[in-house]
């Protein structure tokens, strides 16, 4: 199900990487107290009151010709008529300026929506700094100071209220998945080949696909599947059109609905280094991920070409180590009967559940093996580990001192993990927690 979204717009530098932190509930947001250095969005999910969203941080609007105003204009437009709800920020330190007064012409046009928020308000007999905002058209304004965290509850407060009713649940059973990757690597092509009809156009210039596309099909085993075709994501600098940012947004909204998520490479192209970061959007949204190289056919091939790929994929994607790799062909169809199988197999292991007797017995013989570290004498103890959540699969290990599990160790205790239960194509998340 996608999550509804929250853009935050406003001028340069009222603080809307701030409030976006501040909102989030961690810095995700570069913070430097200079106009525009925000160029790009940032997301992240929220929850309030149980409600979840999501969130975008946009870079500032002005309508002028200053370097990136209109790459960053752009960008804010397209996240208010992307967004559900619309953050509108402003300072209460530098008042009522035109570069607001031009903002909110902006936002008239959204029919969204919109909260106004005075941001800078650190001390409370300055409340009355917010009244000249009332001029601007957004309604009552909420005074905070997100640096301080002052306000920011009743701005959440007032966010959930606007957002829109729930969506009717989705089907369980339904094993959703999306095909991402740069412009260009065959991913509306493998939709059709694997679907066996033109369903999404396939074209070879780079950017046709603008839209995430929903298609449902079933296997011959009656298992139903929900493919999302995205855009493909392309690097910031070289996003030019404004069609082009659309689908930046849409291809991480498909993420979010996912299951299980393709990494498709191009076998002619190589793997590029944007590669890395698209594959990475996915791994840290806790995503199944199956490594699809296109365009097998279309390369000269030897004895060790599979090899080669192998070593050079798992060298480039070693966040990616638990990912399966195909090489398939969308022209000639080779492999692609395999998918689905493997798309199956990254679910149920997505949604293992392991007794927390099993997964016991496996942590007390990898501590046999390896012993915990020790730090100024003192020794890290294990007194017991939980599964506590599937998609992806998460367990909790209960320890006397958090500070003294180090990441190398619970490297190893994932690795002990992975080669009992193998957990194919799924990351998989250990928490230390001091027990209580």
């Keep these: 199900m996608s999550l509804p979204t929250v853009a935050i717009v406003g001028r340069p530098n009222v603080g809307k990487s701030t409030i976006f932190n501040r909102l989030a509930g961690e810095r995700l947001s570069i913070v430097e107290d200079t106009p525009g250095v925000t160029r790009d969005r940032i997301y992240a999910t929220a929850e309030w009151l149980t409600k979840k969203f999501a969130i975008i941080d946009t870079g ?21 008529d992307e967004a559900d709800v619309i953050v509108a920020v402003v300072d209460s330190e530098t008042g009522l300026t035109d570069g607001d007064e031009q903002v909110a012409q902006i936002l008239y046009k959204s029919d969204k929506p919109v909260l106004l928020v ?23 304004p909420y005074p905070v100071s997100a640096v301080h965290g002052l306000g920011t509850g009743d701005v959440l407060d007032a966010i959930v209220a606007a957002l829109p009713e729930d969506d009717e649940p989705e089907n369980p059973d339904v094993i959703k998945f999306s095909l991402i990757g740069r412009p260009n690597v065959g991913k509306s092509s493998l939709i059709n080949a694997m679907l066996g009809e033109e369903r999404v156009i396939a074209s070879p210039i780079a950017g046709t696909t603008r839209d995430a596309i929903d298609t449902q099909f079933t ?34 909204r498909a993420i979010d609905r996912s299951d299980i998520v393709l990494m498709v490479l191009n076998a002619e192209e190589g793997i590029r280094d944007y590669d890395m970061r698209i594959a990475g ?4 949204a806790g995503k199944g991920i199956l490594i699809v190289v296109n365009k ?24 990616l180590d638990y990912a399966p790799i195909v090489y398939v062909s969308a022209l000639t169809k080779q492999r692609l009967n395999t998918l ?34 020790t730090d100024k004498g003192k020794r890290l103890k294990i007194f017991m580990a ?30 002990q993990i992975r080669k009992a239960f193998v957990f194919t194509g799924t990351p998989i998340h250990i928490i230390a927690r001091k027990r209580k």
Aim: net charge negative; proline share 5%; hydrophobic share 40%.
């Design 60 to 80: 500032g609007i002005e309508l002028s010709d200053a370097p990136f105003m209109a790459q960053i204009r752009a960008q804010a437009e397209i996240a208010m």
């Design 118 to 140: 005075v941001n800078k308000v650190d001390n409370p007999e300055r409340r009355a700094d917010i009244y000249d905002f009332y001029s601007l058209g957004l309604g009552e």
């Design 219 to 252: 296997d011959p085993d009656g298992q139903e599947f929900l493919m999302i075709d995205t855009a493909g994501l392309r690097k910031s600098g070289k996003v030019y059109e404004n069609t082009e940012k659309y689908s930046v947004m849409r291809a991480m």
């Design 281 to 284: 959007f996915a791994h840290e």
């Design 296 to 319: 097998w056919d279309a390369i000269t091939k030897d004895n060790d070409s599979i090899k080669k790929w192998d070593e050079e994929i798992r060298i480039k994607f070693k966040f």
């Design 340 to 373: 689905p199988e493997q798309i199956k197999e990254i679910h149920d292991y997505q949604n293992l559940r392991v007794t927390t007797s099993v997964l016991n017995d496996v942590i007390q013989d990898a501590v046999a093996t390896n012993p915990t570290p």
């Design 386 to 415: 939980q599964q506590v959540a599937i998609k992806p699969p998460t367990f909790v290990v209960f320890v006397n001192e958090e500070d003294l599990m180090h990441f190398s160790y619970l490297r190893f205790l994932e690795n």
